[in-house]
Each structure stands twice: as C-alpha cells, then as structure tokens.
C-alpha cells in the first residue's frame, strides 16, 4: 500500500483584487477636477461622464461634502470656495478683482497645483490666481501649505488631508494678508519646497514686484526659503513694474501664465532659461 504524503502542495498566491477605494478616489479627482473647471455639477451628468450609478454619484458627493470638499445642492453640488466670501458679496472692488480673467486664473492654478508632490511644502502667497492653487491641491496627498493668507487657510481649514501653517502678523491689505515681523520670524526654520507667487507686475529685468512693501517683504523673506519659486500671474500682469520688489526674474525656475502671452512677452523670460507654461 502506497502511504500518501502528508504535505499538500502550496496553494498559489492569489492575487490580491484592487480595492475598491481605488476607483471611488478616481471619481472623487474627477468629480473635483469637472467643480473645480465648471463652479458645479450635476449628478445625472456626472453619472454619465464616469459611467457609475446616479446612486453612487450621490454617495460620492456627500463623502466628499462631509470632508469639506463642495456642498451639495439639489441634483449636485457647488464650489464651497464661495461661501467664505458672502461677506464681500457687495464689495465692487473685490467682487472686480475675483471676476476680472477668473477663467484664465482658474487654469493656471490648476497647472500649478499639478506640480505639487505628495509630502511637498509649499508656500502661497496672496492674490485671486493662487487661491485657485489650493483648490486643485490633489486628495490624500499630505501636503502642507504655509501661506500669510487668512482666506487660503479658512478654505483649507476641513481639509483634513492638508497641513495648514499660517505666519501670523497682523492684517492688511484687500486681499486677507498677513504681514509684518512676527509673520517673517515664524519662517526662519522652515524648508519650503515650492513656492507658488502671485504679483501685480512681473518684468523681465525688474522681476516679481508687488505695490505693498509689507507684501513685498515678507514674501520675499519666504522666497529665501524656497528650493523652487514658481510665478503665476495672468497676461495682463507682464511688464508691469510694481514699487516694490519681491524677487529678481533670474530667481524663478517656472513661470505660468494664460495663452493670453504673446511669444513676444514670454521671450525674454525663456531666454533666461525659465520654464514658461501657457495655459
């Protein structure tokens, strides 16, 4: 009589399956990516688009509500953005200043939120174009944004996934900035991988220039803490030359701006050897 082994052959690895969570984070990039390029969605149109039930759609939408992310509507959703800024709904001058290019500011701030890395530091300053950085900043990345900019950090305050660190220093300005001594000492041990910088002029030889010198200062405090500094700044801003200074051109490594840039603007800049992306 043949006597059987006892050992049994090893079982094959199965594979694990893709989980699940896999694609309900590539519905959230794009249920974000179509708000953020649109301001709102609709559930049925959404359900189309990413070919997955109304029910579903709508079980993303509240997911992505309960972290902050857009509020929901009767058949979809809204920007939350918006809401922080009820108070200046009948502010002309700040309502003219989100208005003004606010396609063209919306592209190149998802152009620049497409440079970020997961675990990147980096820095905001303020202005209508970079405020358009953080609300394309990519889900569970674990980034950290250090910004003088009280709006930028109410905007970031539920993202639970964002690292948030504001300067302090005392307010000023038309846009939530916060400037002043205690703001630049705060940065004085700090690492910033990118730092994303909206100007009211850029000149090829003058560089970035702001018309505050309190704005001015204390970015530039943070630019010296920068491995990489990136301009984001429409066609209207090109051979403006602001009072004060923030950076010299030849500090930048990339520029982004709107296709509203001449080849002619740009030149200059290129020639310098600076990255420049029109979007």
């Known amino acids: 009589m043949v006597k059987r082994s006892s050992r049994r052959k090893a079982a094959r690895p199965r594979q694990a399956p893709e989980p699940a969570q896999n694609g309900q984070q590539q519905r959230f990039h794009s249920i974000l990516s179509r708000l953020q390029a649109t301001g709102s969605v609709a559930v049925d149109e959404l359900s189309a688009r990413l070919g997955v039930s109304v029910v579903t759609i709508r079980r993303d939408l509240d997911l992505l509500e309960q972290q902050g992310l857009l509020r929901r509507t009767h058949g979809g959703a809204v920007s939350i953005e918006p809401l922080f800024y009820e108070p200046f709904k009948k502010d002309r001058s700040f309502q003219a200043q989100v208005e003004r290019l606010a396609n063209e500011k919306r592209r190149i701030g998802r152009a620049a939120a497409a440079l970020i890395n997961p675990g990147d530091t980096i ?26 900019t009280v709006n930028i950090a109410m905007e970031l305050s539920k993202r639970k996934d964002v690292n ?44 970035l220039s702001c018309f505050s010198s309190d704005e001015a200062e204390l970015n530039a405090t943070m630019a010296r803490h920068a491995r990489r500094l990136v301009a984001v700044v429409d066609h209207t801003k090109f051979s403006i030359i602001a009072n004060w200074r923030i950076c010299e051109t030849s500090a930048l490594q990339k ?14 800049f290129q020639k310098m050897g600076i990255d420049v992306l029109r979007v």
Do not use: Y
């Not at 820095?123 to 003088?148: C, H, S, W």
């Open 123 to 148: 820095a905001i300053t303020p202005g209508t174009t970079t405020a358009e950085i953080i609300r394309g900043l990519p889900l569970d990345g674990k980034v950290t944004v250090v910004t003088n």
């Open 164 to 207: 948030v660190f504001v300067t302090g220093g005392h307010l000023q300005g038309d846009w939530f900035s916060l400037v002043g001594p205690t703001a630049a000492r705060s940065l004085e041990n700090m690492l910033i991988h990118s730092m994303f910088i909206g100007a009211d002029g850029i000149d090829a030889k003058w560089g």
């Open 255 to 268: 520029l982004i701006t709107d296709s509203g840039a001449t080849d002619e603007i740009i030149a200059p």
